[in-house]
């Protein structure tokens, strides 16, 4: 078994109800789920990507993950019935810095999931022994500054992102 495969079998056991597995190219449908929804990207790019930019960003993921062992792009399952829930993401920004998110199907909105998801990822940065963790916010999307407020994440700067308003959030795990 390579590095990747033992890493995604303990990936798929880190949360009690979710489990998670390395983005692969066999995954592009339901990364298009995500990326080519409207209300799901309403707050990551402005709106529904068209099936060419939905191939460049999964395209990107891929690459990432290509070079990341134990990091980078995952589909997110529930454990019970093996439903698809979204994608989460842990990518490097900085040498101790790595940034946190996710995309989750609307009919998962509001249950917990993306608190878990996050959960995940900031157990996934303690085990790498990352510093800082970042979450890159869109200022009014309530819900995703609830869930990094809720798991400590403060806010540290404003700005923008690709054209976009953007808020920064942090969260220094060498404190925790």
């Given amino acids: 078994m390579s590095l990747n495969e033992e890493n995604n079998n303990l990936m798929q056991t880190c949360s009690s109800h979710l489990t998670f597995k390395k983005l692969t190219a066999k995954d592009f449908q339901l990364y298009a789920l995500l990326a080519m929804n409207k209300d799901v990207m309403k707050y990551i790019t402005g709106d ?8 460049l960003r999964f395209q990107k993921a891929l690459n990432i993950n290509a070079n ?7 589909i ?16 490097q920004l900085a040498d101790n810095q790595l940034e946190v998110g996710y995309m989750l199907l609307p009919e998962y909105w509001g249950k ?14 303690k085990q790498k022994h990352i510093g800082e963790l970042i979450g890159i ?14 798991l400590g994440f403060h ?19 060498t404190n925790i």
Avoid at 68 to 74: K, R, V
Avoid at 155 to 173: H, Q
């Fill in 76 to 91: 997110v399952r529930e454990k019970a019935n093996q439903d698809f829930i979204g994608v989460t993401k842990l990518v």
């Fill in 155 to 173: 806010l540290y700067e404003t700005g923008e992102i690709d054209g976009l308003a953007a808020a920064y959030y942090k969260l220094n795990l």
């Fill in 112 to 125: 917990g999931y993306a608190t878990a998801m996050v959960e995940f990822l900031i157990s996934l940065a």
């Fill in 68 to 74: 990341s062992d134990d990091a980078g792009f995952f």
């Fill in 137 to 150: 916010v869109d200022p009014e999307n309530q819900a995703s500054i609830r869930v990094l407020s809720k």
């Fill in 48 to 55: 529904a990507l068209t099936l060419d930019e939905a191939e």
